[in-house]
């Protein structure tokens, strides 16, 4: 199995356009941001445009619009993200391959407690004095600290590493696939392939029945202290803060940041590529849908409760409130009108 | 155990009135519109009552009014939803006999890599090259395509059927129970046994913690190319159309069907019973109330982030929508009367 | 291990000051309700203040203020919800010892299906008749009435109880801590022991990938004739009725109290504290904000599905209603005066 490629079999392969030194050989795949040299990287948002300026990337990606503006080594496609996912199966497979070679038994100390029906995958070190329950599993190169405990029926993925003094509770799944894909012409989804892991702290308690998805590129890092009660959703390569506590079915989308301190109502979601600051407080519901700059307590959420039948009434007159709004200004004008 | 039933023992156990030839003897259960020669049907629903002319079941369970208007053979009740319910567990217990007949071997290619602590029932079949992870639970009559993977601490219940190239994360659960029952006279609910199973395409990936649940007559279904994020719900008897992708938490509610290549986001639920056609985007948070009949971008959803002092006194005037819009009509007629 | 305590430890373990006899040992912490002689109490929320009359516990953790009020025996510390997290671990690993004592193997009649990869712990206590999937576990000390089915992947923590013809789907988890901590100084969470147990009646059902936590010091309780769909969480120290059911993504908050007989559209969430009466009806996505004390059906929930953009501009007014509603108000007094 291969660990690198040359420039010439990636951009046959993607059928793309090479300008610039087709000698060199790519031994991985990162954002433009994290990339280092002897890496590919590419460019399919604009608003990471600034960063071709910066990148260590050796060959980027690039449409035939952005290729016009760089200086550097590139692969020119149609569509960078579709093709950022097909070659992402290749860095994969020589990640894989790079592992294997070193597949040593799992350390599992004989202070550690194991229940019936549990597998641990090679590489892999279990800390001192850990719990783990019946039928977990628990993949290749995943490492958990010390004094942890692993409720049964978990599935934590390869790769995983994990903090002293965690708590998972049954059914959790750590370092699943992040949800990411690209379209292809004929409508279908290409996969791309999930490089990154999920990174935990120490004292990090996670419920019954969370996902902790895999970061796409890098991982997904859950900090020191936080606290998650069950049914939470953490998307690839969100970052949570230290000691942020969250109720249940809390979702994070992709790439979105949580700070410190911040304190989750139940089923507070959060979109994607957003930043909470640090110490914020929000309601139960509520769908964050930008930035959080300050900290404070903040709300969206449902209507207030009341009877069905109120509250259809009321409910039925939101889809006018922009006219009434109008209506109150010509209302207000016309009065104005009238004094004078 | 017994694979078919005479009209007279069941109109007993039913404390059914026999409308028509009790002689015949009724091999399995199924609606109205499904139903073949030898089925027992029923109509609990009015809105269906049109395919009570079509049918092609031997006997039907009716309402005393539905009954008279029914040329066919009937079973007369009080309830017929309750009645269903109570007789679909000997269907299903017949259903299970003819299973257990021919019951095999799972078949499982040596090109197969199967995990740790990994069960597959009786009669299922494991296709070329796929992966199963460990703590796996495969049921019996279960099909799986070339080149799946299905990740640990999965459940399939028996009769799925999926295709080629799947993914499934862990802990998800293909083919549990629809929720349906009906209720008896003391307010207890009678479990109605859900007798269709899943069956889902090629190329389709589906998150982790997801439930697929089996449909109540005929299956749930899946489409080729389906994509689905963590904690998804998809209901009994739903039906999602090829290409289209769920972000987390998206639930579909019993016998709903989402057309192609539609694209949802984070936590859209749909009700019961509508259909949402080809290529509609659906915003976060939306709750689809009613079928959508033109492609287009739909949302509902919550209202919009501010600090919670704000909204608190915003969302306080919701109850009020109804009486602001009755304002604003009457003091839009007086400022006309004064303009005159 | 120890199984009681005296006061004097827990007093230097807590940098408490003791008001009252120290001879006394305590053997275990309670609510001021529930306490009995021999117990450690704590009053750390106003609402339950009166309690303090009336409570049975032989020593009370209360901050300065309140234990000015009180006559009776206590330890005087500065934050009482942080000091009952801190020595809850104590009596956790009381309650553990003594059980640890009549360690018997479990107990499973020859009429009990189990399938492969299933462990069963110490004392448990299956029910005749009953079918175990694949891959689950169970606890120590768990009791499971006859005729239950527990589906593949099922996790049942130590200790829960469980009624006869119980249906529990896979890889849900019944018994996992309720999410209860109290914060540090520094910003860090103090993990409080959950010393309750799951208790749940006859005729439940339980869907896929459903959470049902343990209560802090009393059982979470399930009635009989409860029907719960997919994703349901119930939170710690909650109660649900008789024969009430819930649709998919239903949650209830810590200690809310459901009424018998009502019925849960999808996504219905309750928050806690808080008491829904015999009943009531709720539709999709409504969360109940507050107690609700009179049978009928009661909504919140989102705004009504339209197109996207239609949606931004009325949704965008949201943030307006408190000052349109303002502006209303004085238009009808200023054209009310014009009318004079």
């Known amino acids: 199995m291969r660990t690198s490629f040359t420039v010439e079999e990636i951009a046959k392969f993607l059928d793309a356009e090479i300008r610039g030194s087709s000698v060199k050989s790519l031994k991985g795949i990162n954002s433009l941001k994290d990339a280092k040299k002897g890496d590919l990287s590419f460019l399919a948002n604009k608003n990471y445009s600034a960063l071709l300026n910066e990148t260590e990337?050796?060959?980027?990606?690039?449409?035939?619009?952005?290729?016009?503006?760089y200086d550097g080594d590139c692969l020119v496609v149609k569509d960078p993200y579709l093709a950022y996912a097909r070659i992402s199966h290749w860095f994969a497979a020589a990640r894989k391959t790079n592992k294997k070679v070193s597949?040593?038994?799992?350390i599992i100390p004989t202070s550690v407690q194991i229940g019936a029906n549990t597998s641990i995958g090679l590489n892999s070190v279990i800390g001192e004095d850990s719990t783990i329950g019946s039928n977990v599993s628990i993949g290749e190169n995943v490492t958990?600290?010390?004094?942890?405990?692993?409720?049964?029926?978990?599935?934590?993925?390869?790769?995983?590493?994990?903090?002293?003094?965690?708590?998972i509770h049954s059914n959790s799944v750590i370092g699943s696939d992040g949800f990411g894909m690209a379209r292809r012409d004929d409508g279908s989804w290409e996969k791309i392939a999930q490089l990154g892991s999920v990174s935990i702290g120490d004292h990090v308690e996670i419920g019954a029945c969370c996902t902790i998805d895999r970061g796409a590129l890098s991982d997904t890092k859950?900090?020191?202290?936080v606290k998650m009660d069950n049914h939470i959703q953490i998307a690839h390569n969100a970052i949570i803060g230290e000691n942020t506590v969250m109720a249940a079915y809390c979702g994070v989308a992709g790439s979105s940041v949580i700070g410190k301190n911040c304190i989750f109502a139940g089923d507070v979601c959060v979109v994607g590529h957003v930043k909470v600051c640090d110490n914020v407080m929000v309601t139960a519901r509520t769908l964050v849908t930008k930035s959080i700059k300050e900290p404070g307590s903040y709300s969206s959420g449902t209507t207030p409760l009341m009877n069905t039948q109120n509250w259809r009434r009321n409910t039925a007159r939101f889809s006018q409130l922009d006219s009434m709004a109008r209506s109150i200004v010509e209302l207000k004008k016309s009065s104005k009108l009238i004094k004078h």
Chains 1, 2, 3 share one sequence.
Not at 103 to 106: K, N, V
């Open 222 to 225: 859950i900090h020191s202290g």
């Open 144 to 167: 958990i600290g010390e004094k942890a405990q692993i409720f049964p029926n978990v599935s934590i993925y390869n790769d995983v590493v994990i903090g002293k003094n965690a708590v």
């Open 103 to 106: 597949g040593e038994p799992a």
């Open 57 to 69: 990337a050796s060959f980027v990606i690039l449409s035939q619009a952005d290729a016009g503006k």
